[in-house]
């Protein structure tokens, strides 16, 4: 069975923060992306990776970073975190040229 | 820059059918997907469509024209548990698979 595990489902922090989500995907897919969800809005990608080490920005890049040092891990950080970044995050991975992404269970980030 | 646009919202009647459509504007064009979204879930992938006509999968069917942007969702002998978003998605010319969302359509099911 396929999976993308995201390190947290719901996750509190505070402004200023330095911010870490982790997602993990056991499907040896090339393609990983970084989502963000918000009511009204549908799902906007912030970052995507098509292969270790490398990585390409998405619609919405200001504010975020990503880190993709192994095939089966993609890193999204906030470097400081602010409370227009409460949203909730998805995960998705793919093969290359694929025609399906997989998605995580998402994490709900609340930023106080 | 991309521009897709389906309904904000749905209701139907459980055994009925239902048809949600999505309008697409989009510099490049190498796909179009639906996918569905329970509450508090997920994505999981419904269908895909690149060439022009109607793509079938159980009681689910897809459609395209490329030509006039624009693709529709048809769900028949619905179901309570097919209440649930439902996302148009473009995948422009680029190498790397990624997606352009619309903001989804949520359809309830009612008895």
């Known amino acids: 069975d396929v999976k993308v595990t995201q390190s947290s489902r719901y996750l509190v922090k505070r402004t200023g923060e330095k911010v870490f989500l982790e997602c993990v995907q056991d499907?040896?897919?090339?393609?990983m992306f970084w989502y963000r969800q918000d009511p009204g809005l549908g799902l906007r990608l912030i970052y995507f990776?098509?292969?270790?080490?490398?990585?390409e920005k998405g619609d919405i890049p200001e504010g975020y970073s990503v880190s993709r040092e192994k095939k089966e891990r993609f890193s999204l950080i906030l470097e400081s975190a602010s409370t227009n970044q409460t949203s909730m995050y998805l995960c998705?991975?793919?093969?290359?040229?694929?025609?399906?992404?997989?998605f995580g269970p998402g994490t709900r980030l609340t930023v106080l | 820059g991309q521009n897709i646009d389906q309904p904000t919202e749905m209701t139907a009647t459980e055994g009925a059918i239902v048809q949600i459509n999505c309008t697409y504007q989009?510099?490049?064009?190498?796909?179009l997907f639906w996918y569905q979204q329970h509450a508090g879930e997920a994505p999981t992938f419904l269908s895909y469509?690149?060439?022009?006509g109607l793509e079938e999968k159980g009681r689910f069917s897809s459609f395209l024209s490329r030509s006039k942007g624009y693709s529709y969702l048809l769900l028949k002998e619905l179901q309570m548990k097919d209440s649930a978003s439902y996302l148009c998605a473009v995948r422009e010319e680029t190498g790397a698979n990624n997606l352009f969302f619309g903001t989804g359509t949520r359809l309830t099911v009612i008895p």
């Open positions: 990776s098509y292969d270790v080490k490398m990585k």
């Open positions: 469509n690149v060439l022009d």
């Open positions: 989009t510099s490049g064009f190498n796909g």
């Open positions: 499907m040896d897919h090339e393609n």
């Open positions: 998705a991975s793919s093969t290359y040229g694929g025609n399906e992404q997989f």
